[in-house]
C-alpha cells in the first residue's frame, strides 16, 4: 500500500520552462489537493479536487493549473515557471472533507532558476 | 488574514521534558484541528486531532487541549524524546459540504536535546 506518491521528487527549471507535477493515491480517496511549502510560511493551498473531473482554485493558484482525469491521479501544471514558484510540493488525499485525516506525499523540490 | 496562528516558531527542550506548541484560531467555524509532525525531507503525517465537543485528546505522549472559548489549541509533548525533533503544523477546517481547506500554522521547529 503505497499512499500518496509524488513524481518526480527533485526537478530544477530554467525560468519560462513548463513541467507536471504528478500525484498518485491508491487509497480510493475523493478529495485531493496541492500545497506548496515555503519556509516560514507553512503549508498554502494552491488547488484542490473534491472528485474525478472537479478541480477549484485554493489559497495561492496563480500560475499553476491542475487537472483530475482520474480518481487516483491529481496533475500539477507550470505553464511557464518563475523563480518565484521555487518551492517544495506537497500533494495530499483524503477520504472525508475538509482534509479529515489527509495523507500526504513525500513532496517535490522545485527549484526555478 | 492569518487564520491561525501557532508559537513558538522554534523550541528546544531537554529529553524528558514537555514540549508545549500553541495555536489560536478566528474562525469560529473550524471544526476539526488537527496537529500534523514533519521530518526533513518527509511528507507532514498526521499526529492527533481533535473535534471541538471535547477538551482534550491524548494518544500515547501527546496530548492536545481544546479551549473552544478562547479559540485556542495546543500540543503537549510528554517525556519529549530525541526523536520527536521534528516541524510541528497545527491547522483547522471546517468539515461540512462545501468547505475543503486545512489552514495550516506556519510551524514550530522543535530540538530535543540528551
Known sequence: NAGVTQTPKFRVLKTGQSMTLLCAQDMNHEYMYWYRQDPGMGLRLIHYSVGEGTTAKGEVPDGYNVSRLKKQNFLLGLESAAPSQTSVYFCASSYFSGGTEAFFGQGTRLTVV | ?114
Not at chain 2, 491561525?4 to 484560531?25: D, E, F, H, M, T
Not at chain 2, 469560529?28 to 499526529?47: M, S, V
Open chain 2, 1 to 114: 488574514q492569518q487564520q491561525v496562528k501557532q508559537s513558538p516558531q522554534s523550541l528546544i527542550v531537554q529529553k524528558g521534558g514537555i514540549s508545549i506548541i500553541n495555536c489560536a484560531y478566528e474562525n469560529t467555524a473550524f471544526d476539526y484541528f488537527p496537529w500534523y509532525q514533519q521530518f526533513p525531507g518527509k511528507g507532514p503525517a498526521l499526529l492527533i486531532a481533535i473535534r471541538p465537543d471535547v477538551s482534550e485528546k491524548k494518544e500515547g505522549r501527546f496530548t492536545i487541549s481544546f479551549n473552544k472559548s478562547a479559540k485556542q489549541f495546543s500540543l503537549h509533548i510528554m517525556d519529549s524524546q530525541p526523536g520527536d525533533s521534528a516541524t510541528y503544523f497545527c491547522a483547522a477546517s471546517v468539515t461540512g459540504a462545501g468547505s475543503y481547506q486545512l489552514t495550516f500554522g506556519k510551524g514550530t521547529k522543535l530540538s530535543v536535546i540528551p
